[in-house]
């Protein structure tokens, strides 16, 4: 091949003129690239794990379930399966024990208003 800088005939594999000294860029850089895009291609399923085991912890478990199927969807790669399988059991947990919470209040509620009819209970005190 001939160097693009100063036209001189290079073997085909130098990475740098022996004439002029500058990068040929014989070997090409398609592997980077490709690995970049697939990068950005796969941080919608990333981002969904993420989120899906934030949610839980701001009160919106149900909404972390979601999140966390949806990122099971989308990632093709399964390169962040763990994330968002990890997103759903915590979703999961925190779901199942704020209805086992309410329930368990709810019952104490009833039972002291069973226990002292007509006071109307003001701080649960358990
Ligand atoms: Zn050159």
Not at 68 to 79: F, T
Request: net charge neutral; aromatic share 10%; proline share 6%.
């Amino acid at each position: 091949m001939f160097c693009k800088y100063c036209g001189k005939q290079i073997p085909d594999d130098a990475n740098v003129c022996p004439y002029c000294g500058k990068e040929t860029h014989a070997k090409k850089s398609e592997p980077v690239q490709e690995v970049e895009t697939k990068k950005t291609s796969d941080s919608a399923p990333q981002i969904f794990g993420i989120l899906s085991i934030v949610a839980p912890f701001i009160g919106l478990s149900f909404v972390g379930i979601i999140l966390a199927i949806i990122g099971l969807c989308i990632d093709k790669n399964k390169a962040y399966k763990g994330l968002n399988v990890a997103g759903l059991i915590i979703s999961i947990i925190i779901l199942i024990l704020t209805i086992v919470l309410s329930i368990v209040y709810f019952i104490l509620i009833a039972k002291y208003i069973e226990e002292n009819p007509g006071v109307i209970p003001q701080y649960p005190s358990f």
